[in-house]
C-alpha cells in the first residue's frame, strides 16, 4: 500500500503540474537575454516550480545531440557537478547527477527517469520523473526527494526551436528560503542561457 501511495502522490504532482502549466499562472521573474523565467506556487509545497523558455537559433536535432550527450551535457546545466547515464532502455534513460550548492547547504545528487516522445509535428518532449531510490544514496550527498519536469523543443522552421524547461523539485533535507528562491530563477535562466551558447555556435 504505502508503494501504491508514493506513486499516486507522483502521479498526481505529475498532473498538478502539467495543470499549472495551463492554468497560465506563471508569474514572471526574470526576462533578459532572449530568456523568460517564471515561477509558480505548487499546492503543498514550499518551494515553486520554475519554467524558462528561450527562442534558440539552431535546429532541433542539433539541441537534441546536446541533451543526449549525458556526460557533456553537466558543462551548461546549472551548478551540474558531475553527471553519467545509468541506463537506456528503448524511449527511457536514467540519469545519475551531482550538483554543487552554496554553503552551509549540503551538496545534492538526483537520479532521474527521462522518457522521450516526438509528436506527428516534430515537437520533441522529455519528461523528467525523479527516482531517488533508483540506487543507494551516495556519502557526502543529500538525494532530492522529488522531481517532475519536462523539456519540451518546437521547431520553428528558419532553423529555429522554442525550448521550455519547466520543473518542480523537492531538494530534501533543508534548504534556507533564500537558497531556494535563488535557484529556482538561476536554473532555468543559467541552464537555458548556456544551452543557448552551445547551439548557435
Not at 19 to 34: M, P
Not at 114 to 141: H, I, N
Request: a neutral charge.
Amino acid at each position: 500500500m504505502g508503494s501504491l501511495h508514493r506513486v499516486t502522490i507522483a502521479c498526481g504532482l505529475s498532473v498538478l503540474l502539467m495543470g499549472v502549466a495551463h492554468a497560465e499562472d506563471w508569474q514572471v521573474a526574470k526576462n533578459e537575454d532572449g530568456i523568460k523565467v517564471s515561477l509558480s506556487e505548487v499546492p503543498g509545497s514550499k518551494y515553486k516550480a520554475y519554467q524558462g523558455v528561450a527562442l534558440i537559433k539552431a535546429p532541433l536535432a542539433k539541441i537534441q545531440s546536446l541533451q543526449e550527450d549525458v556526460s557533456g551535457s553537466c558543462a551548461w546545466i546549472h551548478e551540474c557537478k558531475t553527471q553519467k547515464l545509468l541506463k537506456h532502455e528503448g524511449d527511457k534513460t536514467w540519469t545519475y547527477t551531482q550538483f554543487n550548492t552554496p554553503w552551509p547547504v549540503t551538496p545534492r545528487d538526483s537520479i532521474l527517469e527521462v522518457t522521450t516522445s516526438v509528436a506527428p509535428d516534430g515537437t520533441l518532449t522529455r519528461t523528467l520523473k525523479g527516482v531517488p531510490t533508483y540506487q543507494p544514496e551516495e556519502k557526502g550527498f543529500v538525494r532530492v526527494a522529488q522531481v517532475e519536469g519536462l523539456w519540451k523543443l518546437v521547431p520553428k522552421g528558419d532553423n529555429l526551436t522554442e525550448v521550455t524547461y519547466q520543473v518542480h523539485t523537492e531538494p530534501g533535507g533543508s534548504v534556507p528560503s533564500w537558497v531556494a528562491n535563488k535557484f529556482v530563477v538561476e536554473a532555468p535562466f543559467n541552464t537555458l542561457k548556456g544551452l543557448k551558447e552551445r547551439a548557435e555556435k
